[in-house]
């Protein structure tokens, strides 16, 4: 009887590589489609990068054609002068010195 089970156990197996064919076969569709799903996303991903980067062309192309017709543009910030110095009430310096030269007396006409 041990023998027959054996066989019989045996011969079941060896019609059984279908199943151990159709499993295998389910695992590499598993990876496939989750491989598959990561690439979907990042293409997703990559597809709303491209939208955004169409909407700022679009944007520029407006601002082109605002440009031809002679429209000033508006996105430019002004540039800032930069503040004038404040010249009254100050003394002026020496060159060579580093004295004041407020204090000297005018070259010319000498008063008696």
Partial sequence: MKNWL???WNWLLNRTTIDEKVVEVVKEVKEDV???KTRAKKVVKEAKEVKEAVQKVVKESKDVVDAAKGKPTTKRKPRRKPAAKKTSGT???GKATGKSTSGKK??????K
């Fill in 91 to 93: 003394k002026s310096v």
């Fill in 106 to 111: 005018p070259v010319g006409k000498a008063k």
């Fill in 34 to 36: 989750a491989e598959v």
């Fill in 6 to 8: 054996k066989k019989a």
